[in-house]
């Protein structure tokens, strides 16, 4: 059995700010899961 490569067919930005501004206490791992869910809703399949 063969395992397929995943493939990123879309882009789409994180947000960024100031050290110490409004982002402050969203940790990295939630901040990058935030792209993923977006990529994942707009191409499901």
């Known amino acids: 059995m063969s395992i397929s490569p995943a493939l990123i067919c879309d882009a789409i ?19 990058g899961a935030i792209p993923i869910q977006a990529l994942m809703a707009r191409n499901p399949k």
């Open 13 to 31: 930005r994180t947000p960024f700010g100031r050290y110490g501004g409004a982002l402050a206490s969203v940790r990295t791992d939630d901040l």
